[in-house]
C-alpha cells in the first residue's frame, strides 16, 4: 500500500445529477413547493413501477410504518413482530402506537429473522409483523405467510380493516429494497403493507421520504385507504392545499386530531428524476457487488449473497463478515480503514444492545445469533458514484488491513 495512493471513499453520498438539480428548480419556479402536482405524479409512477393499484408517499418510510399500524387500529393491548437485528424505526413505531414490541432472534448464520421462533412469537394478541428486508434483499415470504397461516387460528381482529384479512398483516419495513425481486416478484407485491425509504442514503433518494404500498384483496376500498393516509399525514384535514386552491374550495374539515408527515413536491420532483434512472443504477450496484464477491468471496470473508436463480437484490448496502474476530478487532479494522480512506459502518448493532430497549426489558443474551452476525460484521461503501479503481482500492485496502489483524491475533 505504500506505492498506492490514499483515495477517499466515501460511504454513502447521494447521487445527484444536474436533472434532479433542475427539476427542485421547476418545482421552486412552479408555485408548489409542498404537497401537489410533482408529489400525486411520483405516487402514480412509484404504483406503476412496483405494481401495484396505488401508493402513498410520506415523509419517511418511518412514517409509512407508523401511519399504516394506526389505519389498521393497532394500539395498546397490541403485540407487534419484527427482527431483533434491523434499525431501531422497524420497532419503535410499534411503541409510538401503544403495543408491544415483540423481538426474534435471528436463524443462525443469517440475516433473517428465524421463522421457527417467530411461530413461537405469535399469540392472540398478535396483530401484525414486521419482516426487514435488510441490505436490499427480500425475506423469504413463502416462510413467513406459511408461518402466519399455521397461527391463524390465534388472530382476533379488533376493526373491520383487521377482519379483512382475518390473520395477521405482514407489513415489511422494505426501507432498502426498492426494486428488489423474488420469485418473479417486486418488493412491494408480496406483502400485506410494504414500506419504502427515500432517505439521503438510500438508492433512490428524495433527500429525506417514504412511500407505502399494498396489496389489493377481496373486499378492500383502495380509494378509502388512500384517503386515511392523506387525513392521517396531514392534520385529519379533509382537503389537502391543492385541493383547497379550487375555485371557493377553502372550506375544509378537520376529522381526526392526526400527524403532519406529507411528502412535498420538491422532495418529489428529485424522486421523479431519480426514478427515471433508477434501472441503471440497481445495474451498477449489481457491478460493483460482483466485483466484492469476486475478490472477497475466495479470500475468506463471508458476505450476504444478494443475488440468485430466484431473487434479485437492490444491492443497497454490502455486508461483509470477517472470521475469527470480534467487536473490538472489527472496529480496529473500521479505524484503519477509515485511516486510509475508506469510509464503513455497521449494520446493524442489534436492538436489545440499546439503552432504550435495555429500559424495555431486552437483553442481547437472548439473541445470540443475532449478536453472532454483529460481532464482525463490516459494511463497505457502495453507491453509484463510485469508479472501478475506487472499488479496487477498498478490495486492496480490506485485504490489507483484514492480513494485519489476523496476524496480529
Known sequence: MNDTKVRNIPFSPPDITDAEIEEVIKALKSGWITTGPRTKEFEKRIAEYV????????????????????????????????????????????????????LVDTAPESFEMDYTKLADAITEKTKAIIPVDIAGKMCDYDAIFRVVES????????????????????????????????????????????????????????????????????????????????????????????????????????????????MTDVMA???????????????????????????????????????????ISSGHLYFARMPGIGELKRNEIIVKLAELGVSCNVHYKPLPMFTAYKNLGFDINDYPNAFSMYENEITLPLN??????????VIVTLKKVINEVWSGC
Not at 415523509?59 to 397490541?78: F, H, K, Q, V
Open 151 to 262: 397461527k391463524k387460528e390465534l388472530f382476533k381482529a379488533n376493526n373491520d380493516l383487521q377482519k379483512l384479512f382475518n390473520r395477521v398483516i405482514v407489513m415489511t419495513d422494505a426501507a432498502h429494497a426498492f426494486g428488489a425481486e423474488r420469485n418473479g416478484l417486486k418488493c412491494g407485491q408480496v406483502a400485506d403493507f410494504t414500506c419504502f425509504s427515500f432517505h439521503a442514503v438510500k438508492n433512490l433518494t428524495t433527500a429525506e421520504g417514504g412511500a407505502v404500498v399494498w396489496q389489493s384483496i377481496e373486499g378492500l376500498d383502495e380509494e378509502w385507504l388512500y384517503k386515511q393516509y392523506m387525513l392521517y399525514s396531514l392534520h385529519g384535514q379533509s382537503k389537502d392545499a391543492l385541493a383547497k386552491t379550487q375555485k371557493g374550495a377553502w372550506e375544509y374539515d378537520i376529522v381526526y386530531p392526526a400527524y403532519k408527515c406529507n
Open 51 to 102: 405494481g401495484t393499484n396505488k401508493a402513498v408517499c410520506l415523509n419517511s418510510a418511518t412514517a409509512a410504518m407508523e401511519l399504516t399500524l394506526r389505519i389498521l387500529g393497532i394500539g395498546p393491548g397490541d403485540e407487534v413482530i419484527t427482527s431483533a437485528y434491523t434499525y431501531t424505526a422497524s420497532a419503535s413505531i410499534i411503541d409510538h402506537v401503544g403495543a408491544k414490541i415483540v
Open 269 to 311: 420532483g428529485i424522486g421523479l428524476v431519480q426514478l427515471s434512472r433508477y434501472e441503471d443504477m440497481m445495474n451498477r450496484r449489481r457491478e460493483i457487488i460482483e466485483m466484492y464477491d469476486n475478490a472477497f468471496l475466495p479470500f475468506g470473508i463471508r458476505t450476504l449473497q444478494h443475488y440468485s436463480e430466484n431473487s
Open 384 to 393: 453509484t458514484l463510485m469508479s472501478n479503481e475506487d472499488v479496487d482500492y
